[in-house]
């Protein structure tokens, strides 16, 4: 298809608010996304009534715009248990789709609902087409993808599936794959798969390099990227045939939201932008907008490193401050002529021709306001300052001087209240505009003022003869067409008008000559005047009239109210009409259905692996009683030998294992270090040899899958569901690593029915979700890491290239990361490791390993016997003395206690419990609307 006949893709906009829903639709939306109640990314965000959805979803249909509600969390299995019943409520509200992250949950919606929509969250880290057509075979209609990709990437992926693919354009960008953050879990206890991120990522770090802090660098806000703005890349994702444009920011105001969606809207329709439609794209909130990762890695250009707040437009310089005045220099991309040196492509999306910034010249709609905010920031000094703008001017000084020519350099001269110190203000500092009541009053316009409401054009005829009821038949240019009926046969006029009231009207039907036509005419004007009058005040609802015939009888009586009525009527019939969906028919038994079948069948395993014996069919009442038979004999001793497995990060550690009660080996080396002779090595040793995938498939880094297939381990670890797509069908025997994310045991169910022999759970859970779990899933095949420094961050970006380089990517970088040790110090004065992996992805180690010892009689008592310890950076001596503290815990060659003793002495910040005994529930400042908010 070529683009001239491409469908134009939909644009996507973020809910948090009933007015952000209406700020949405008022300025071009196709689609809205908003939260499920208590279920959904943006825990912070207004907490709607199934009632409050339903009447959104309505007004948007109503409109033509689709709605998608975001249940984009893990689930728990104690939550899962109760999930048929509300999943029934809400797929009655007739959603256009769900958008879901826990693969369990999107199997209970399909059997609640087979036919209902769901698509793929970015949550589930799908950056590949292996990946995506996985995702597809579970039901998925559309997948929205990782925003780490290239807009070459996403065109390798939109080749190779069939599947809708749904992109974000615009937004705050998060510097970790979403779905494989664990930082506000290990920093705060908040989980970013629970809708709860800290945005850990906004916080100053400090950088120390082989033990030396590293003070030559401005990156203080490591991890804080700019914002998204796609504008630029507008038609290159339209040729790629993306079919959905996503915009960031249920959080963020109904303003922005309308600022955004604008912007886009005439983007997409070809309109040119004006400065007052790129103008609040910067000022209402940004970080400095960029265009992400969509030409490629740059991490010179990702993060800026000086803030990680909202700064706005960024002005210029101080050259000079003046009593109550500041005169600013003013940034290149700002001075007038607007554009100059700009691309064509890049004047779509006022985007400067060297840094792609969100900006425009200063022509009369750019000009700073009274009333705006303006922001003075010496990054190197921690320095800043604000106030409110009194008045501002464009001026140009020659050698100090005012110049009338025009000569000089271009400079905006700032004046403030008496309230505001200029002595704050120094010069060399950088000035943003950050805010605009004035711009945010002219944007609430756009969705608060009738007068500005695009409306639906509809055709109307009014149709009715004497004796019988007056009919309206309203159409719209879609194709719905209703007709209403009035209550009452119509009557014939008594007079010949002189009695009709000011909004009735009669027409008279004497016969005569000239008088009979005058009459006729005068009467059908009358009528016409009335109809019109009644029949196009439609302020309050979706429409406006274009078009109106009237066929009355032309001595019938109308009266105005009976028009309204049928107006009336007439509208809420065609909303009715516009609002149709298809039978759902949801069902929460067979949701109930799918729970018991899989649990039974998770039950049946273990009790015959448990017992020995053959298990009758299925019945819901035996559940319970399979389960105490198989705790019996687990108690009583009879489960398998522990596997123990240690992974490792370099050759170097492996030496270090011969002779230890180990059983396998599981490798994760860097870039460039080879895996042939240290599989070998590991055999040699008499251990399995396995092989770990990294944690992000993307087109194009298929090889270490291949060199996995050829090398042919005793097992690989799968880390990702496009290696999984790969490797399923290999022959290699498979486990299954904690970021496929497996929280439940439908998630379990399924993962492990694509090939997996083992499966890690999330490390979303706690001990007692844990123990839930394994409730209701067979426990033999569950494996845990009992020892692991716990992964926060993991990133496309470099933060080695950015802090310790000005390289934007491989090999510019030198590969530096490979050259010296770099920890990270947070704001809580704890250190943590900065790693990359074979594609010069970063991941974030927590300084303070995880262990999970004191679990381990009650995970052997739950048929858990699959362990596994992970080193990172450990010198061989040290991996050795690791190794055999915990396999000698496992064996019960030593006490618990005192293994933790042991181990916590071997770690240079200490041992730590993490998140497992972690029982605390974080409760947020959730906005309610006034159905929720709780009784006093």
Same mark, same amino acid.
């Given at each position: ?20 829903? @209406? ?24 907490? &709607? ?26 689930? %728990? ?20 789709? &769900? ?53 070459? =990437? ?12 749904? $992109? ?44 030396? =802090? ?13 914002? !998204? ?49 790129? @103008? ?26 000086? %803030? ?12 000079? $401050? ?40 200063? $022509? ?46 271009? !400079? ?125 005040? !439609? ?63 998770? $039950? ?96 194009? @880094? ?48 399924? !993962? ?18 844990? &123990? ?60 943590? %490791? ?10 974030? &180690? ?91």
């Amino acid at each position: 298809m070529n683009s001239s006949t491409r469908p134009s893709p939909e644009l996507l906009l973020p809910v948090g608010t009933r007015e952000m829903l @209406e700020a949405a639709v008022a300025n071009g939306a196709d689609a809205v996304y908003f939260g499920v109640p208590h279920w959904n990314a943006r825990g912070r965000t207004e907490d &709607f009534t199934l009632e409050d959805v339903g009447e959104m979803i309505r007004y948007a249909r109503v409109r033509g715009v689709r709605t998608f509600l975001a249940m984009n969390v893990l689930v %728990f299995e104690r939550e899962l248990r109760d999930l048929p019943e509300f999943l029934a409520k809400v797929i009655s509200l007739e959603p256009d789709a &769900f958008i879901i992250q826990d693969i369990g949950l999107a199997r209970l919606i399909r059997a609640i609902a087979p036919t209902q929509e769901i698509h793929a969250s970015t949550q589930m880290t799908l950056a590949s087409a292996e990946s995506v057509n996985l995702a597809a075979k579970l039901g998925f209609n559309r997948a929205v993808l990782a925003r780490e990709l290239s807009l070459n =990437e996403i065109a390798r992926i939109k080749e190779a599936t069939p599947l809708e693919l749904e $992109v974000f354009i615009h937004g705050a960008l998060c510097v970790s794959y979403s779905g494989q953050c664990l930082t506000s879990e290990n920093f705060g206890g908040r989980s970013a798969n629970r809708g709860q991120c800290a945005q850990s990522c906004r916080l100053p770090y400090r950088i120390f390099v082989d033990g030396k =802090e590293f003070r030559d660098t401005d990156a203080q806000y490591l991890f804080s990227p700019h914002d !998204l703005c796609a504008l630029p890349r507008l038609g290159e994702l339209e040729e790629i045939g993306v079919n959905s444009l996503k915009v960031e920011g249920r959080l963020k105001s109904p303003e922005y939201v309308a600022a955004v969606a604008r912007a886009y809207r005439k983007a997409l329709d070809r309109t040119p932008l004006e400065a007052s439609d790129r @103008e609040p794209l910067e000022v209402l909130f940004s970080r400095g907008l960029r265009t992400g990762w969509l030409d490629g890695d740059n991490h010179q250009e990702l993060v800026d490193g000086t %803030f990680s707040n909202h700064h706005g437009m960024y002005l210029g310089t101080v050259v000079r $401050v003046e009593r109550g005045c500041v005169v600013v220099e003013l940034d290149e991309c700002l001075k007038i002529p607007a554009f100059a040196g700009m691309t064509k492509q890049d004047k779509g999306c006022a985007g400067h021709a060297q840094d792609k910034r969100c900006a425009d010249g200063l $022509v009369a709609g750019m000009m700073p306001r009274p009333g705006d905010g303006i922001l003075f920031e010496e990054p190197r000094f921690a320095q800043s300052a604000g106030a409110r703008l009194y008045a501002s001017q464009v001026v140009h000084e020659h050698k100090g001087k005012p110049s009338t020519r025009g000569c000089g350099p271009q !400079l905006l001269k700032m004046e403030f209240g008496r309230d505001f110190d200029t002595r704050q203000v120094a010069r060399g500092m950088k000035v943003y505009r950050n805010d605009s009541p004035a711009l945010e009053k002219e944007l609430r316009k756009t969705f608060t003022d009738r007068e500005q409401a695009k409306r639906i054009p509809v055709k109307m005829l009014l149709e009715g003869c004497i004796g019988t009821p007056l009919s309206l038949t309203v159409q719209d240019y879609s194709g719905h067409s209703v007709t209403a009926q009035g209550d009452t046969p119509i009557e014939e006029a008594r007079n010949s008008g002189a009695s009709a009231g000011k909004n009735d009207a009669l027409i008279d039907g004497k016969k005569g000559a000239g008088k009979k036509d005058a009459g006729k005419c005068d009467a059908g004007n009358k009528l016409r005047d009335l109809a019109q009058k009644e029949l196009s005040a !439609l302020g309050s609802t979706a429409y406006r009239l274009d078009n109106l015939s009237v066929s009355v009888a032309p001595n019938a009586f109308i009266a105005g109210k009976m028009l309204r009525t049928l107006r009336q009527k007439a509208i809420e019939l065609l909303d009715n009409a516009r609002c149709e969906w298809k039978e759902l028919n949801p069902s929460a038994n067979a949701g109930r259905a799918l729970l018991n079948s899989v649990k039974f069948a998770n $039950v049946k395993t273990a009790a015959q692996s448990s017992t020995g014996n053959k298990i009758p069919a299925f019945s819901p009442k035996r559940i319970t009683l399979l389960w105490q038979q198989v705790a019996k004999y687990r108690i009583a001793g009879m489960t398998k030998d522990p596997v123990i497995s240690v992974l490792v990060r370099s050759p170097e550690q492996i030496p270090a294992l011969e002779g230890l009660d180990i059983d396998n080996v599981v490798m994760d080396f860097d870039w460039g270090v080879k895996y042939d002779e240290p599989l070998e090595q590991i055999r040699e040793l008499g251990f399995r040899a396995g092989m770990a995938t990294l944690r992000i498939h993307k087109p194009g @880094e298929s090889h270490y899958l291949k060199n996995i297939l050829r090398l042919c381990p005793d097992f690989a670890l799968v880390r990702n569901l496009g290696a999984l797509s790969i490797l399923k069908e290999s022959g290699i025997p498979l486990a299954g690593d904690y970021s496929l994310n497996a929280a439940n045991c439908l998630s379990y169910d399924w !993962l492990l029915s694509q090939g997996l022999q083992t499966l890690h759970p999330s490390w979303d859970l706690n001990s007692t979700q844990l &123990f839930d779990l394994l409730g209701d899933i067979d426990g033999s095949r569950m494996e845990l890491t009992l020892h692991q420094y716990m992964p926060a961050f993991h990133s496309e970006y470099c933060a080695f290239a950015r802090a310790l380089t000005t390289g934007r990517r491989f090999p510019e970088c030198g590969k530096i990361c490979t050259q010296h040790k770099v920890e990270i110090l947070d704001h809580k004065g704890e250190r943590h %490791f900065l790693q990359s992996d074979a594609e010069c992805r970063n991941t974030l &180690f927590v300084g303070k390993p995880q262990s999970a010892l004191k679990l381990l009689p009650d995970l052997h008592a739950a048929g858990v016997n699959h362990f596994r310890l992970e080193m990172l950076q450990e010198d061989a001596a040290t991996v050795r003395k690791k190794a055999l503290i915990y396999t000698q815990a496992i064996r019960g060659k030593i006490s618990i206690d005192e293994a933790i003793r042991l181990a916590g002495v071997e770690e240079k910040y200490g041992l730590s419990e993490g998140q497992l005994f972690n029982e605390s529930v974080w409760h947020d400042r959730k906005k309610m609307t006034p159905a929720n908010k709780p009784t006093p």
